[in-house]
């Protein structure tokens, strides 16, 4: 049995989880084809392959009044169902008890295999490594590698509070949030109402990318950027402050691990007018600042 203590960005959502009962938010999933020609059998076989090799799949929460701890002793429910309505299959977990589970989904035709996994465990990434690692079971194609890096994390997390890199983060965020309480948000709907709007711009990938190469950026720093001067003009107002969320994979241990390793990172933008070739170097820079501290 592992026993181990949550790392600091597991804690922040176990926390917030506790106070206000998130109920299926912080759920994660994927879903992954098997094929027609698979078994059930087989299907289950390979699940519990990819289980042994991520025992945090196993894991539970025990919240002991001091600090809740991590017990990776229980494998999760595998259960068989024809029903693909994904709205059905996702649920809320009960912390106690498991932190994930699977439904290998029987359409004759077709095979599935729905994952669902509480975000305290597993983020974006590891959706795509619990996927990965099943196909190549399914092909005899996978290494015997236990994946420990939760264990790893958890440390790390627990030595980083006594090393001096703790107190440069403290004052590099004591530094450049110090204006936060002059930045302006945005009100709230008259209505009350919240939502998500959508505006898919299509074949302009390439582009993009091409833009980000030519002025020595990434992607993602390029994204944003362009969304912190966007929320800018909204607001009326040259500096925002919002959070943004990076992969937190730095350590080699975490590149191929299922967990909760990404990070919530607050950022306040400066977003005067500008040349945008300055302002793009600017974030870029900001960007870097943050990632060293």
């Not at 009960?94 to 029987?106: A, G, V, W």
Request: aromatic share 10%; hydrophobic share 35%.
């Amino acid at each position: 049995t592992i026993i181990c203590p949550l790392s600091e960005v597991q804690l922040g959502v176990y926390l917030d989880e506790k106070v206000n009962n998130r109920n299926t938010a912080y759920s994660t999933y994927s879903i992954i084809d098997c094929g027609s020609d698979t078994s059930i059998e087989e299907i289950e076989g390979a699940i519990l392959s990819v289980i042994d090799k991520h025992p945090i799949l196993k894991s539970r929460l025990l919240d002991n009044d001091i600090m809740p701890l991590l017990i990776c002793d229980t494998n999760p429910d595998i259960n068989i169902t024809s029903d693909d309505d994904i709205s059905n299959l996702v649920s809320a977990f009960d912390l106690e008890k498991s932190l994930s589970r699977f439904y290998i989904i029987d359409k004759n035709e077709e095979k599935t295999v729905f994952f669902e996994a509480h975000h305290i465990i597993n983020d974006a990434v590891g959706c795509t490594i619990v996927e990965n690692d099943l196909i190549n079971v399914l092909k005899d194609n996978l290494d015997d590698a236990v994946d420990l890096a939760f264990i790893h994390a958890s440390y790390d997390s627990f030595k980083s509070k006594f090393e001096s890199r703790y107190e440069r983060a403290h004052e590099f965020y004591a530094r450049h949030l110090a204006d936060i309480d002059e930045i302006k948000q945005l009100p709230n709907d008259s209505k009350g109402c919240e939502g998500i709007v959508s505006l898919p711009i299509r074949g302009i990938k390439e582009s993009v990318e091409n833009f980000a190469s030519a002025n020595g950026i990434t992607v993602g720093i390029l994204l944003n950027a362009a969304f912190a001067y966007t929320y800018s003009s909204f607001l009326c107002s040259d500096k925002v402050y919002f959070n943004f969320t990076e992969h937190g994979r730095h350590e080699d241990y975490a590149r191929n691990a299922v967990g909760m390793f990404s990070r919530t990172v607050p950022i306040l933008v400066d977003c005067k007018k500008d040349y945008i070739n300055e302002y793009l170097k600017y974030f870029s820079d900001l960007h870097k600042q943050w990632q060293n501290r």
